[in-house]
């Protein structure tokens, strides 16, 4: 069955519902609806603090979309998890089977949790297998029991939903990826820009190699803005996406390069360490997606400075859909927004 791909973010929820149907080179995708709503302002960075209003937040924005884009016809949600709620990390084992895998990974990754064993939720996708020395690469996963409750619990509040799926935002995205180009081999780079948080995706012959996340987002962007030439937060993520003219020229180009300057660093790094391990890594591309993708100049920025072809990414691009209910030039516009939403609404709930 459906789910309902949930994307809550800091200032946004986004929501993808997605009919498909067959398999292979004949499978259809359908696009049934979607949306995007505000959450309050705050409630979201005190999460650690404050997981009341959060969970409350988060139920009110799932059942409002729900309601507003009549996406009835699904009644499981699937979510993805990011930041310090959860650990990525690729480790090394030694070679089992993928239904094995869940028995012994604990073991494996008690050293590398900065928590109790006991209080996490532990998951890990086997990535290739080196036969000759007896070990295998394996992407680990884990987040907090209290992280992935708090999830299931705003969920219910909604009194519709039913989870489904808790993901991480980063594989979400790199899912979305690997649904469009289900056959790619290519070493691309996913680079997903949302309002507080850069998640930067390396793919090693199309499988995830290296997850990082820089705590630095297209916002910091528009408050810089906003501070610099007081003006209201609208004028200034207006002029962070070239909707209108800035106060300066100059100083604007100064305030977005000190910010984007943090992120084509942590792609350095993500580079750094594959090249590490793997010192012939060359990527064949560069994909950016999330709100802050649509910065003016970004995609030659990153081209340029890279020397990679550098592209927005939109999975909406590749579905079908009914023109009397979607406009093309908005899905074309809000795409890159939904790359999460549209990873995890692709999953599928098994029923009996």
């Known amino acids: 069955m459906s789910v309902i791909g949930f994307d809550i973010g800091t200032f946004a929820a986004k929501a993808v519902l997605l009919t498909i149907k067959g398999k292979g080179s004949q499978r259809q995708v359908t696009l049934n609806g979607l949306g995007m709503s505000q959450m309050p302002m705050g409630v979201m960075s005190q999460w650690e603090e404050q997981p009341q209003p959060a969970r409350t937040a988060m139920g009110a924005a799932m059942r409002s979309l729900t309601k507003l884009c009549k996406l009835s016809a ?19 084992m ?30 890990g996708h086997i990535l290739g297998v080196d036969e000759r020395h007896g070990q295998m690469s394996v992407l680990l ?18 009194k519709t939903l039913k989870p489904a799926v808790i993901d991480v935002d980063a594989l979400a995205l790199y899912n979305s990826y690997d649904f469009i180009h289900p056959d790619s081999r290519e070493n691309a780079i996913l680079v997903d820009i949302g309002a507080t948080m850069v998640h930067v995706t390396l ?6 190699h290296t997850i990082k996340e820089e705590n630095i987002g297209g916002q910091r ?88 072809r550098t592209e927005i990414f939109n999975p909406l691009l590749y579905v079908k859909y009914n023109r009397k209910k979607f406009d093309p030039a908005y899905l074309e516009y809000i795409g890159p927004q939904m790359a999460v939403s549209f990873g995890l609404a692709i999953r599928k709930v098994e029923t009996t």
């Open 141 to 158: 996963v884990a987040a907090r029991k209290e992280v992935v409750f708090n999830y299931i619990q705003a969920i219910a509040l909604t």
């Open 203 to 208: 793919l090693h012959e199309g499988s995830p």
């Open 221 to 308: 962007i528009t408050d810089d803005i906003e501070d610099h030439f007081e003006v209201t937060m609208e004028e200034a993520e207006a002029i962070k996406l070239g909707a209108m003219a800035p106060p300066n020229v100059v100083e604007t180009a100064e305030i977005v390069d000190r910010v984007v300057s943090n992120w084509k660093a942590t792609l350095e790094r993500c580079l750094d360490q594959v090249r590490a391990e793997i010192p012939e890594y060359k990527p064949h591309k560069i994909l950016l997606a999330g709100g802050s993708s649509h910065i003016l100049g970004l995609v030659e920025e990153f081209q340029n400075h890279f020397h990679v």
């Open 74 to 92: 699904g009644k499981f949600a699937a979510l993805s998890l990011s930041g310090d709620t959860m650990i990525i990390k690729k480790i090394t």
């Open 94 to 123: 030694p070679v089992t089977t993928q239904k094995e895998l869940r028995k012994s990974l604990s073991l494996e990754a008690e050293q590398y949790i900065p928590y109790p064993i006991n209080d996490v939720i532990i998951d």
